[in-house]
């Protein structure tokens, strides 16, 4: 049964329709747990060990394949005559090729499907998928045909609480003014006691990226407004840190919000941007998009992930979710865990939003009893972020107060303090939604 977030034509695919879909090959255990045992090491403060990261190819080097396995998959692969066949790091093939051969490929009959959010076609197969005796016993799953439920879910415009500044830089509410508190990044780092790089400079070079998805796209000219109105120097991205496929005509919300927000905390920082097309394969699966960032030589020291997923996955919004879907969605998801600590074992930063729904499930009505995960958030190899709002917000004129205030009028006023609180439903002037989805369900 397809999950809720994708609508079934009545038709059936069209033969000839292109689609890409994974084989991910059965990893050595013994090479994986050895891994892990490094990773604990070098990120322990109190070993020897600590931050001696590795390189890309020392890491290949340890989860490298039985090269006789490898050769014998990739034979079979290429006798199929598909459109193509790339592999992916050390053990996952992407295989490019039509409805009508994927069908001859998997025994089964595809039927597509629309994603509700991204419009996405998809297709799904009617019935079970088997893949040849030749090569099932060295394949641990296939996937992407179904499309992860990513979710970053672009905010409503919640009701705006009407307040009046007064005199002494204080609010009360009030029911004849409505304004937009604007946030600046010289109060995030007066906030917070970060440093003001543009007064201290760097000690040494520091890179940061955001990953986007759903074709949010970066803009150079949005940038480059934003600097002027926060009063920051303007640095574009060089071509080569803007990877994957990026239409400037399109800005996104919540990729110009990413890379704004770092740009504004650190504007003497190499600024990467992430898309879903990072190497020419387009996929929203959070392990294909890390699969294929760890192919890169090059990378940045912090990477920042604002979307998540359910744990559950495949289960998610599914009803009579069987024990292999189960076993499937599991598998899947501890694979992309090899991924994120392939990533981290290189020395980067991975920074991911906790999410957006509390401890409450997205299909449900917040009546759940147990917590609802989302990954990566619950990820044991990446840093997950919640989110906090200000309440007794006060309204003062900050020191190097930037352009955008007084370019923007009276209705956006500056905000110079509050109280910092968790973020809250009950919040209508900054946040009014919940944040983190609890403990994981995989991992330990």
């Not at 609480?161 to 002494?168: E, G, N």
């Not at 290189?346 to 609802?372: E, H, K, P």
Request: aromatic letters at 10%; glycine letters at 4%; charged letters at 20%.
């Amino acid at each position: 049964k397809a999950p809720v977030w994708l609508s079934p034509s009545s038709d059936s695919s069209d033969p000839d329709t292109s689609i890409t879909f994974f084989l991910a090959l059965k990893q050595n255990s013994e090479a994986v747990e050895k891994l892990e045992r490094i990773f604990w090491k070098i990120t322990d403060p109190d070993s020897s060990e600590y931050q001696k990261w590795l390189t890309r190819s020392e890491i290949n080097k340890i989860l490298t394949l039985d090269s006789k396995i490898l050769t014998r998959v990739k034979r079979f692969l290429q006798k199929q005559s598909f459109a193509s066949v790339k592999l992916i790091g050390t053990d996952v093939f992407a295989i490019m090729t039509t409805i009508r051969q994927a069908s001859d490929f998997f025994s089964a009959q595809f039927r597509p499907y629309k994603n509700r959010k991204t419009g996405r076609t998809m297709h799904l197969a009617d019935g079970e998928m088997c893949l040849t005796d030749e090569i099932s016993q060295y394949v641990d799953f296939w996937f992407d045909f179904e499309e992860d439920p990513i979710i970053n879910r672009e905010p409503t415009d919640p009701a705006k609480k009407s307040i009046v500044i007064l005199d002494d830089g204080n609010a009360t509410d009030a029911t004849t003014t409505q304004i937009n508190p604007t946030i600046v990044p010289q109060l995030v780092i007066s906030y917070y006691n970060i440093p003001d790089v543009l007064k201290t400079g760097l000690e040494s070079n520091v890179s940061q990226a955001s990953l986007q998805f759903e074709g949010q796209y970066y803009n150079e000219k949005d940038l480059q407004k934003y600097s002027q109105e926060v009063n920051i120097p303007f640095k574009p991205l060089k071509t080569n840190h803007i990877l994957g496929i990026n239409d400037q005509s399109e800005p996104g919300m919540e990729s110009m919000l990413d890379i704004e927000e770092m740009v504004g905390i650190n504007p003497l920082g190499e600024t990467w941007y992430f898309n879903d097309d990072v190497k020419n394969i387009s996929s929203d699966s959070s392990l294909v998009n890390i699969l294929t960032i760890n192919e890169l030589n090059d990378l940045p020291q912090i990477l920042s992930i604002s979307y998540d997923e359910p744990e559950a996955n495949l289960c998610a919004g599914i009803t009579n979710c069987d024990e292999k879907v189960v076993y499937l969605a599991k598998r899947y998801f501890i694979r992309a865990n090899i991924e994120l600590m392939k990533l981290t074992m290189r020395g980067i930063t991975i920074l991911v939003a906790s999410g957006d729904d509390g401890a409450n499930d997205f299909y449900a009505d917040c009546t759940n009893t147990i917590f609802y995960p989302y990954y990566p958030p619950s990820s044991p190899f990446v840093t997950s972020v919640g989110v906090t709002t200000l309440v007794n917000v006060q309204y003062k004129e900050l020191q190097n107060q930037p352009p955008i205030y007084t370019d923007r009028g009276p209705l956006y006023p500056c905000v110079s303090g509050g109280d910092e609180i968790a973020v809250s439903i009950n919040d209508n002037l900054f946040g009014n939604f919940t944040s983190g989805g609890g403990f994981s369900n995989i991992f330990p």
